[in-house]
C-alpha cells in the first residue's frame, strides 16, 4: 500500500461495513466551506445558513385577534345569555380603536385587539338581535387572542448555521423584514465518468460502445442538491489519464465523483488514480444492494466519491454517501432520507446480510397504500427506475420478506435532494 493509501480493518467477517460507517468514514474527508455571501430571501432556497439570525422584532408585533368575531372585556367573566351592543368594526391594519364600556367590537382575524378588551368571542358563539349581540356561552379574559410574542421572543435566536433554508425558513425570515441572509458558498461539484464503452450523447456508437447515462444522473442529482457542477466528461480506463483528470477537477472542486471503476478488477482504477493524483482514500465494502464497493477520500481539501457504475448503484450510492458528505461540507448534520412504512404487495425473496434498496411504486389495495418493486435484480436497468416511485429499503435481516410484510418506502420527491 502506498503512503497515500489509507488502510482500515473491517467490522464484520465479510468485510462488509454498515451504510452508517460508510457515510461517516466518507463524510471524514470533507473539509467545511467557510467562505459565505449574502444573498436575498429567494436566492436562499436550499442554501445552508452561514451565521446565526436572531429575531428583531416579537412576533405577533401586537395582541391580535385570533378569529373573526366580537371584542369584549371579560373581566372574571361573561356568562351566556349577556347582551352587549356593537359600538363598531375593527379589521387587520385598522388602527386601534378604544371598547366603549358595555359594549363589543366587531372584530376581524389578524386585527389589533382593542384597547379595554381582552377576550374575542367566535361569531359562532354570538347571536344577532337588533344591533346587539347574545353571546351562547361564556367568555374568558384571553380567549381567542394571540398574544405579542407568544410565537417569536425579540433578541431570540432564530436560526443556527447549519440550516439548510426551505420556504418555512423564508416565511419566518420575510416575517421579521429581513430581505437578505448569510448563507455558505454553493459546494462545488465535479462529475465525470470513467470507461472506454461509454460515449456522450452526440457522439457515434461502435459495436461495442453505449451512452453514458451515470454523468448526466449525477450532474441532475448535484444541482438539484444545491451544487455549482463542473462536468469532467469521460475518462478512458487509464489510471494515468484519470488522475490528471482528477487533479484538474481539484483545483476548482470541493467535491469530485466518478462512476465505475471502483472494484478490484483489472479495470477498476479509482483508488490507483485517486493515489496518483496525490490523493489519500480507501475502498469501502458497504453492506449495501445496490452498491457495495465505493472509494472515499479527498484530494488536499476536495472530497472524493468513487461510485459504482450500475445506474441503480450510483444513485443508491449517491443519496447515502453523497448526502453525508454534501452535509459535511456544508457543516451541516446529515439528514436521513426520508420514508414511510408500507405493505409490500408480493413476495421478494433475497439473501440476508445487506440493507438492500430496489425501485418501487406505490399501489392502491383494499386496505389503502401499498408498494410494488419493479425490475428484481437489475441494478443496471433504468427503465424500471425511471416508472418507480421511490426506492424501497430493506432491512439487512428482514430475509426472505414476505407478501404484506411492511418495507420502509422513500419518495422520489423527497429524497432526490441530499
Known amino acids: 500500500m502506498t503512503e497515500h493509501a489509507k488502510a482500515f480493518s473491517c467490522d464484520s467477517p465479510d468485510g462488509l461495513i454498515s451504510i452508517e460507517q460508510a457515510c461517516s468514514r466518507a463524510a471524514a474527508y470533507a473539509s467545511v466551506i467557510e467562505e459565505h455571501e449574502e444573498v436575498s430571501l429567494c436566492e436562499a432556497l436550499g442554501r445552508t445558513l452561514a451565521m446565526p439570525v436572531t429575531s ?26 349577556i347582551a352587549l351592543a356593537v359600538a363598531g368594526r375593527v379589521a387587520a391594519g385598522d388602527e386601534e380603536l378604544p371598547l366603549p364600556l358595555g359594549s363589543a367590537l366587531r372584530i376581524f382575524t389578524g386585527a389589533r385587539i382593542p384597547h379595554g378588551a381582552d377576550a374575542v368571542v367566535m361569531q359562532e358563539h354570538v347571536t344577532n338581535v337588533s344591533g346587539r349581540i347574545v353571546l351562547t356561552r361564556m367568555a374568558r379574559s384571553g380567549d381567542n387572542i394571540r398574544r405579542r410574542g407568544e410565537d417569536v421572543r425579540a433578541g431570540e435566536v432564530l436560526l443556527r448555521p447549519g440550516e439548510r433554508i426551505d420556504a418555512r425558513h423564508v416565511a419566518l425570515l420575510a416575517a421579521q423584514g429581513f430581505e437578505r441572509t448569510c448563507v455558505r458558498r454553493k459546494v462545488r461539484i465535479g462529475v465525470l465518468s470513467t470507461g472506454n464503452e461509454l460515449r456522450s450523447q452526440g457522439e457515434l456508437l461502435t459495436e461495442a ?26 475518462v478512458r480506463d487509464d489510471p494515468h489519464l484519470i488522475a490528471g483528470a482528477l487533479s484538474e477537477l481539484a483545483r476548482h472542486c470541493d467535491l469530485i465523483v466518478t462512476t465505475g471503476g471502483v472494484s478490484v478488477g483489472d479495470e477498476d482504477h479509482s483508488m ?7 490523493g489519500r482514500g480507501e475502498t469501502l465494502k458497504v453492506a449495501l444492494k445496490p452498491g457495495k464497493p465505493a472509494v472515499v477520500g479527498a484530494i488536499g481539501p476536495t472530497a472524493y466519491l468513487g461510485l459504482p457504475g450500475n445506474p441503480v448503484a450510483a444513485l443508491v450510492s449517491w443519496l447515502l454517501l453523497g448526502g453525508a458528505v454534501l452535509a459535511a461540507l456544508d457543516g451541516r448534520r446529515t439528514r436521513p432520507l426520508p420514508g414511510m412504512r408500507l405493505p409490500l404487495v408480493h413476495a421478494f425473496n433475497r439473501r440476508p446480510g445487506r440493507t438492500e434498496f430496489a425501485p418501487a411504486r406505490i399501489v392502491q389495495v383494499s386496505g389503502g397504500s401499498a408498494v410494488e418493486i419493479l425490475g428484481r435484480g437489475g441494478s443496471a436497468r433504468l427503465k424500471p427506475l425511471a416508472a418507480a416511485d421511490g426506492l424501497v429499503r430493506i432491512e439487512p435481516l428482514h430475509a426472505p420478506v414476505g407478501q404484506g410484510d411492511e418495507v420502509l418506502f422513500h419518495p422520489f420527491r423527497d429524497g432526490f435532494t441530499v
Open 56 to 81: 428583531v422584532l416579537p412576533l405577533p408585533p401586537f395582541d391580535q385577534s385570533a378569529m373573526d368575531g366580537y371584542a369584549v372585556r371579560a373581566g372574571d367573566g361573561l356568562p351566556s345569555g
Open 209 to 234: 460502445s453505449f451512452f453514458d447515462s451515470n454523468r448526466p444522473m449525477i450532474l441532475a442529482l448535484a444541482r438539484q442538491s444545491g451544487g455549482d457542477v463542473v462536468d469532467g466528461g469521460i
Open 272 to 278: 490507483v488514480a485517486l493515489v496518483g493524483a496525490r
